[in-house]
Structures are given as C-alpha cells and as structure tokens.
Nanobody, 115 residues
Framework: QVQFVESGGGLVQPGGSLKLSCAAS????????MSWYRQAPGNQRELVAT???????NYADSVKGRFTISRDNVKSTTYLQMNSLKPEDTAVYYC?????????WGQGTQVTVSS
C-alpha cells in the first residue's frame, strides 16, 4: 500500500514563502499524476496544482504566478513552492497520486498565513 510523508507546513507571515514536500513509497512514482489540494475550515477541498508524469503542470487561478509544483522521480517526491503567501492560503494541504484505477491521498500538512 502506498505511503506518503508530507512535510514543510507551518506558520508564516503574509508575503512569506513555504515549500511543501510529499515523499511517496511503495509505488512506481514516475508514472503517476501528482497533485496538491487544500481545504480550509468550512470549505470544500480544492485543487491547487497538478503535475503529470510527463511534467505538464496546471494551477488554480488563485495561485498562478505564486505557487510552483515540481517532482523529483528519483526521490519519489513532489513539491509545492509557495511564494507571496496570503492569509486566504491558510488550509490543510494534501498531496494526491492518481492513475487509472488508482487514487491515494496523503495525510495533510497545515499551512497558516498570519501576522
């Protein structure tokens, strides 16, 4: 069964930066589409960014130009670099691995943007 270890969350001031990591094990990481989602209290979980096995990326309009998703297939890890953070970016961030007939989520990491 796939396992994820998410890290990098924390408390940051508005305008600051954080880099999230999601390390996967027990899967052939390179063939999966990897995504980051987030869920704020009282809100539905929403897609933040996606990177395909071929490296094609896609972003939510709210984070375009501020966030960057990447992957390192050797380390079986996907990253989310978050710059110019805003209070509305506060949420639990989850990584997700997808492929035909496969869908698995990480446990989530809290990001809080506050002064």
């Amino acid at each position: 069964q796939v396992q994820f270890v998410e890290s990098g969350g924390g408390l940051v001031q508005p305008g600051g930066s954080l880099k999230l990591s999601c390390a996967a094990s027990r899967i052939i990481f390179s063939i999966y589409t990897m995504s980051w989602y987030r869920q704020a209290p009282g809100n539905q979980r929403e897609l933040v960014a996606t990177i395909t096995s071929g490296g094609v990326t896609n972003y939510a309009d709210s984070v375009k130009g501020r966030f960057t998703i990447s992957r390192d297939n050797v380390k079986s890890t996907t990253y989310l670099q978050m710059n110019s953070l805003k209070p509305e970016d506060t949420a639990v961030y989850y990584c997700r691995a997808q492929r035909t007939n496969f869908d698995s989520w990480g446990q989530g990491t809290q990001v809080t943007v506050s002064s």
